[in-house]
């Protein structure tokens, strides 16, 4: 089992970026696969982002595609999210998820663990 604590939200103007962090805690990882997922008010939670166990893959929903970059640190336990040119649309509570069967995924059933959201508010 995997607990999952995310930080680095706040409040930015259109244009500015943010980096989230999402600090793991255990030994093993290194195990899962990890993704962003985020959610507005009244709509559905939707992907963002995944990554492969040793970072080195990624995949990424078309809404961010080219403004956001997710990279893990195995050493510190850590998924981060940065979230470049952002745009009000972009408002939302933002998690991190741990899973072990696949990164390359937009499905939020895929994943077996979240943290508790963190959020993320863009003004224009």
């Known amino acids: 089992q995997v607990q999952l604590v995310e930080s680095g939200g706040g409040l930015v103007q259109a244009g500015g970026s943010l980096r989230l962090s999402c600090a793991a805690s255990?030994?093993?990882?290194?195990?899962?696969?990890m993704g962003w997922f985020r959610q507005a008010p009244g709509k559905e939670r939707d992907f963002v982002a995944g990554?492969?166990?040793?970072?080195?893959?990624?995949y990424y929903a078309d809404s961010v595609k080219g403004r956001f970059t997710i990279s893990r640190d195995n050493a510190k336990n850590t998924v981060y999210l940065q979230m470049n040119s952002l745009k009000p649309e972009d408002t939302a509570v933002y998690y991190c998820?741990?899973?072990?069967?696949?990164?390359?995924?937009?499905?939020?059933?895929?994943?077996?663990?979240w943290g508790q959201g963190t959020q993320v508010t863009v003004s224009s």
């Open positions: 998820a741990a899973g072990t069967r696949t990164w390359r995924t937009s499905s939020a059933d895929e994943y077996d663990y």
């Open positions: 255990g030994r093993t990882f290194s195990r899962y696969v």
């Open positions: 990554i492969s166990w040793t970072g080195d893959s990624a």
